[in-house]
């Protein structure tokens, strides 16, 4: 067989598409599209492109049979598909995730865009702070789009900074990391113009928990009512941000009113809030201005 090709599939069902159709099955429950998951989770375990599993009859040797069915049963258990392949895709990067991080959510991606806008507006070249980074998707999708721009990405996460790091330097971007909680930075450090965060923000107790339960609750939780680390995060950033700096924050789709009020009172102008793809408010910022502003 010429080099390059596979075993075509005969009869009216390949022993792939047969495997293909039980895991479908075995993870419906969990998964809005259980197909697409049970392909790419062998296309990973194959190391090939998705496409050849519908063309090709690939053999698998019983180990990868048994590594095949762990992860089907990890999955059907609830745990993250990202965290099973150790993958999560976001704006243009292939990052690298594990149950130390959050999974980089679609939704962050208008955090990113309302930064990229407020960085793209700078004469020169400005500083720009991601707190709160987990595994560093804010800060490397702004690192990559915009790489004229100085990023520092900062967590109180030690585990969390060794993925986000491991990540800038397989990608290749350039991004400074800070170990920090909240905006307790290191005495010297610089002012940004631009501070950006997805801090926890799910109040202890809440509904939606247990359906998160693989991924860090540091990452999620957020004291009684989802905004203690927001109201630090908005306390502390003026003494960090220059003149005219900004600070823009994702949080809850039913904490956009309160997030702004908390800027309003903290002295922050020109507040506002961007929606996510639902239309629901998802990310809200204000910029810093002082006393003689």
């Not at 059907?76 to 704006?91: K, M």
């Not at 960090?240 to 903290?266: I, N, S, T, Y």
Request: aromatic fraction near 6%; charged fraction near 20%; glycine fraction near 8%.
């Amino acid at each position: 067989m010429p080099a390059g090709t596979c075993p075509p599939v005969s009869g009216s069902e390949s022993g792939v598409s047969q495997l293909l159709a039980a895991a479908t099955l075995q993870i419906a429950a969990v998964s809005e599209q259980p197909r697409d998951e049970a392909e790419w989770l062998l296309a990973e375990l194959l190391d090939v492109d998705r496409s050849r599993l519908r063309f090709c009859d690939l053999p698998l040797t019983l180990p990868q049979r048994a590594r095949y069915q762990r992860w089907l049963a990890r999955r059907a258990a609830g745990e993250p598909f990202a965290y099973l392949t150790g993958t999560q895709p976001f704006r243009r990067l292939m990052l690298h995730v594990t149950p130390a991080v959050l999974i980089p959510r679609a939704d962050t991606e208008h955090l990113v865009e309302w930064a990229l806008q407020i960085l793209g507006s700078q004469p020169e070249p400005a500083c720009a702070l991601d707190a709160c980074t987990g595994s560093g998707c804010v800060a490397l999708a702004l690192a990559d789009e915009a790489p004229q721009h100085h990023i520092t990405a900062s967590d109180c996460s030690a585990a969390a900074l060794g993925i986000a790091r491991a990540n800038a330097e397989r990608l290749q971007l350039r991004v400074d990391f800070i170990e920090a909680d909240a905006l307790a930075l290191p005495a010297g450090t610089p002012a940004f113009h631009l501070i950006a965060a997805n801090p926890p923000y799910i109040a202890e107790g809440d509904a939606h928990l247990p359906a998160l339960r693989h991924e860090p609750l540091l990452a999620l939780v957020s004291g009684n009512d989802g905004l203690a680390l927001l109201r630090r995060l908005i306390r502390e950033a003026p003494p960090h941000l220059q003149p005219g700096g900004w600070l823009l924050l994702e949080h809850g789709h039913d904490q956009g009113e309160r997030v702004r009020a908390l800027l309003h009172a903290q002295g922050f102008a020109q507040v506002e809030t961007r929606r996510d793809f639902g239309g629901r408010e998802r990310v809200s910022g204000g910029q810093w201005r002082t006393a003689h502003d």
